[in-house]
């Protein structure tokens, strides 16, 4: 739970009870799925108040501020809260002037492929087959929670997601090892065509899942580096490795579904020269070395003497 700086607002008495809360909070919500919100501004919502409802009274405006000025937490988080509560107060006629918090922006830290992969080694079989997905296509939570087994072809291992915030349609290749990841996952369930992969998961749970298991494995390892990977730094890293291996930033805007291409050149800023130690270098002397190193996720450099030098990052 957030933690305050001063003392936690804990009289019972100002607060609506949980049925009356929750029937509200299904308004707010309701209210923005007859507007065309997205699922993913949806849920988040959704998230933001259940928060607010388990701290103050929602329906009084000033114990709402009141809070949000105590909660020890960054403005990025506080904003977050303000815009749930701002739909709250539109849906339920409340006078409220939302405060002002500023999302701080900064680039995003890119994992190492072998520190995911490690968590992947350590993971259940269900939630490594989310997390190789994850890292293949970079799609969002919420968009991984939702896929059905019609949105899958098994056969070509590609992926065709419904986008989450109104981004453009997508097809995403997954690499041959995560689709034997995948179809072992699925042999050992009794999934139908419209049956969601990962059944009555949704993108919490997922994070949790994840966080737990990705703190298990910094402890076994001792690498508190691994602890530190956030579920979303598995888009940010098949972003920049998109965009490293093609350098073309609109492809990389279309696999991401972004509708901005502001939203994607961020990964344009992450690309810095690195030195040789930070890659692993492998030689390809026929086709089938060279596709089965592709495959592996290396990228062609150069060809000297007849052989072709491969590497990819550690």
Known sequence: MPSLNKRRVTSRQHQPTLKTANEKIFN????????GKSP??????????????????????ENVRGFLARLNRKDGYKRQLSYAYQKYTETHKLEWKKPTYYQPQRLPKIPLE????????????????????SKDTGLRPIELTNLTLRNIDLNKGIIYPETAKHGTPRALKIKKATLN??????????????????????????????????????????????????????????????????????????????????????????????????YTVKVAQTIEQATQLLENGFEYIQEIDGIRLYRKRK
Not at 114 to 133: G, P, Q, R, V
Request: hydrophobic share 35%; aromatic share 10%; charged share 25%.
């Open 28 to 35: 707010v919500l309701w209210e923005l799925q007859k507007q």
């Open 114 to 133: 072998k520190e995911i992969d490690s968590i992947i080694a350590n993971a259940s079989k269900k939630l490594a087959t989310a997390i190789s997905i």
């Open 181 to 278: 990841i995948l179809n072992n996952y699925i042999e050992s369930k009794y999934i139908n065509t419209n049956d969601k992969i990962f059944d009555n998961w949704n993108s919490n749970e997922y994070g949790k899942l994840f966080r737990h298991t990705r703190n298990k494995t910094a402890e076994k390892l001792s690498n508190p580096s691994i602890k530190t990977i956030r579920l979303y730094d598995l888009r940010h890293f098949f972003a920049t490795m998109l965009y490293r291996q093609t350098r073309d930033i609109l492809f990389v805007k279309q696999q991401l579904g972004h509708n901005n291409i502001k939203n994607t050149l961020i990964y344009t800023q992450l690309l810095v020269d690195e030195q040789d130690d930070n």
């Open 40 to 61: 993913y501004t949806i849920e988040n919502v959704s998230k933001a108040l259940n928060v607010l409802a388990n701290h103050c009274n929602l329906n009084d405006p």
